[in-house]
């Protein structure tokens, strides 16, 4: 099933944006060059969420998300495999290493990771369309596979899902992660 | 010197601002949401409120609305991650004195030259 060209062209812009702030307020927390790839717009259901190519490694991923509504209603994700959220954190507490005794400093650190870059992703995208995001709750962190947990939490198999992505990465610091907007229902 | 109550319930959050505003020479007392913040700002009058946007319990925006209908003059900075221009627009029209967007550069003055002005007045 295919998007409309004309819907498919607005959200890529729209995911560009988004992404461009998102990747942009990186580089300031990392003082290191970010490379944005081209999003990509998908119109699936959720048993083809499988063909999604997101790149996740071998472990469970660090994931952040935020939910969102308002015209555009939906679920934004920061997904960093673990290697890069590993590697973001230790970056950001000064470069010492985290051990496992100190989770907590891993969730709050990567949490609030993803709440900036989202927060940015979307801010950027309801200024550019003139509306007003709502945020559903606060940030929420888990270590899941990305496929996993859309899985879980879509509840109708049937129901057809927008899902948008962009891919980061800063290739002097071996960090990269993936922005994902799911979109339950369009409105332009 | 001077007395921050700072807001938000992101710990490492609160952890990066309390290093800049304590190396600058403020005295920092903290509180993890709204509710908890009203009450500490009632409490202890501060001299200037840092408050984040997105919070559980109590959001930033309505515990800037509660501060200014308590008659709590103290300048209030918006710290947060929201870009919205219609979010920055309520907390100014709320009594906000400016609103900064994270992430703060901790080598930069921006907040240092924010909590300033806005002791100024």
């Known amino acids: 099933m295919q998007l409309p060209a004309k819907d498919r062209e607005k959200l890529q812009k729209m995911l560009r944006i988004g992404a461009e702030q998102a990747a942009s307020t990186l580089n300031a927390m990392l003082r290191s060059p970010v490379e944005l790839s081209m999003p990509e717009i998908s119109l699936l259901r959720r048993h083809e969420l499988t063909k999604l190519d997101i790149e996740e490694g071998e472990q469970t991923s660090s994931i952040v998300s935020l939910g969102f509504k308002s015209n555009l209603s939906g679920t934004a994700l920061l997904v960093l495999p673990q290697e890069s959220a590993t590697r973001l954190v230790e970056i950001l507490v000064g470069g010492r290493s985290i051990n496992t005794a100190e989770k907590v400093i891993h969730i709050a650190a990567i949490t609030e990771v993803g709440n900036i870059l989202l927060s940015g992703l979307l801010g950027a995208v309801a200024n550019e369309l003139h509306r007003n995001l709502v945020y559903t709750s606060t940030p929420t962190y888990v270590e899941d596979r990305l496929l996993h947990l859309l899985q879980r939490d879509l509840a109708d198999p049937e129901a057809l899902l927008v899902l948008a992505h962009a891919q980061m990465q800063t290739p002097g610091l071996q960090i990269q992660g993936t922005a994902v907007l799911l979109f339950h229902e369009v409105l332009f | 010197m001077s007395n921050i109550l700072v807001i938000d319930d992101s710990w490492f959050q609160r952890a990066n601002l309390r290093a800049i505003l304590e190396e600058a020479g403020h005295q920092i007392i ?88 806005a002791l100024e007045g």
């Open chain 2, 30 to 117: 903290e509180a993890e949401n709204g509710r908890i913040g009203l009450l500490m700002a009632v409490k202890h009058e501060p001299d200037c409120v840092l408050l984040d946007v997105l919070m559980p319990e109590m959001d930033g925006i309505t515990t800037l609305r509660k501060i200014r209908e308590q008659k709590l003059a103290m300048p209030v900075i918006m710290v947060t991650a929201d870009i919205q221009k219609s979010t920055e627009q309520e907390c100014l029209t709320l009594g906000a004195q400016m609103v900064l967007h994270k992430p703060i550069d901790p080598d930069s003055d921006t907040l240092q030259k924010a909590i300033g002005l």
